[in-house]
DNA sequence: GTCTATAATGGGATAGAC
DNA sequence: GTCTATCCCATTATAGAC
């Protein structure tokens, strides 16, 4: 079961639970919580999905998708300069983790909750973002724009992009692009 | 019941639980697991913490006091201008997140498992520790060494470091120490 | 301080009717 | 596609003996 042919219910179902998952994380979210929010009782789940396994790993799957497909759109739209592609990838990011706010902080937070068998069916989507995201700072890195080593920076940049998760308040005067482009700035060397 | 009078009892218990809790996550985490490690039977836990929240509240109050004292040592030892003070404290923030491994950890993955009274009373500590990475960040900013939002800045900085922890590999070729001192030159403005 | 035994609860998952 | 009913199991926590 893939991303395209799924059921409107199988679909729903999915978007309820990414909610539920990043409120309460996948270990506190009970199957009896999802079929509540659907209006159902729990025993009609599994007529949608073989066993939890299965729900988380079509969150991630999602949501692994979905930020793919955002951050390949971004790089489409945006300048051919190296800076303006690394603040298209941070604001597509940021996009995805705070104004969806949904399958992607999942994807982030509960990888490790999967099991072997979906880690592995999953991991190209992943694989896919993650080289997207080298290309660009790669080719940051060649143009002089930021410096250091290849690896730890692109670990670091995603690690801040990421733990934003924890403390933006959507409420407050910033907004995701503020962010990414707070960023962006923080690690560039400009003529001034 | 605070770090000062534990019993040695407990406080290997606090060691143990501190170690599963960063394998295993704290909610699938049992305390038969936590038992088993100590070589005891799950029942004798509770002659030593009331309940489960408690086990957790003792490892991140840990965790918290011991990254708070590693960072004022870590101050005092270094040398005065803002790029060392900066470094010292990357440093030390990652040598507990990294070589200690454990309880530090789980304050900063577990601190939303905490029920509000912990919480409560856990937050001056994690407050300190957060004062402290201000006031290096702030005379870092004030003599121009970084540029940026004061908040944004912290936070991102935190963000990177906290982040290492999902793919630092101690059997690497990089020390905790490689990483600090690649993230401040990451983020510093040098004369070339 | 630890044991045995067990209470009490809630979890994931199934079967078969509708 | 959903319901009811229920099974089976793991979990946290307690009581009282040693």
Chains 1, 2 share one sequence.
Not at 18 to 29: K, Y
Not at 37 to 59: C, N, P, T, Y
Not at 79 to 103: V, Y
Not at 127 to 141: K, Q, R, S
Request: glycine share 4%.
């Amino acid at each position: 079961m893939n991303v395209i042919n799924e059921s409107p219910r199988r679909k729903e179902l999915t978007r309820l639970a990414a909610q539920l998952f990043v409120q309460e994380g996948f270990d506190r979210t009970t199957v009896r919580m999802l079929a509540q929010e659907m209006g159902i009782k729990s025993g009609s789940l599994f007529h949608h999905f073989r066993d939890k396994q299965e729900i988380l790993a079509a969150v991630i799957e999602e949501g692994t998708h979905n930020a793919l497909a955002m951050a390949r759109q971004a790089l489409v739209e945006c300048g051919p300069d190296a800076e303006s592609r690394l603040r298209a990838m941070a604001r597509a990011h940021l996009e995805t983790l705070l104004t969806d706010r949904n399958a992607h902080v999942v994807a982030l937070y509960e990888w490790r909750r999967l099991d072997p068998e979906a880690r592995a069916h999953l991991s190209h989507l992943r694989d896919a973002y993650e080289a997207l995201w080298e290309e660009v700072i790669d080719a940051a890195l060649a143009q002089g724009l930021i410096h250091g080593d290849r690896f730890l920076v692109s670990r670091f940049v995603m690690g801040a992009l990421n733990w934003t998760v924890r403390w933006y308040d959507p409420r407050g005067p910033r907004t995701p692009d503020d962010l990414a482009d707070e960023l962006v700035a923080m690690i560039t060397r400009h003529p001034a």
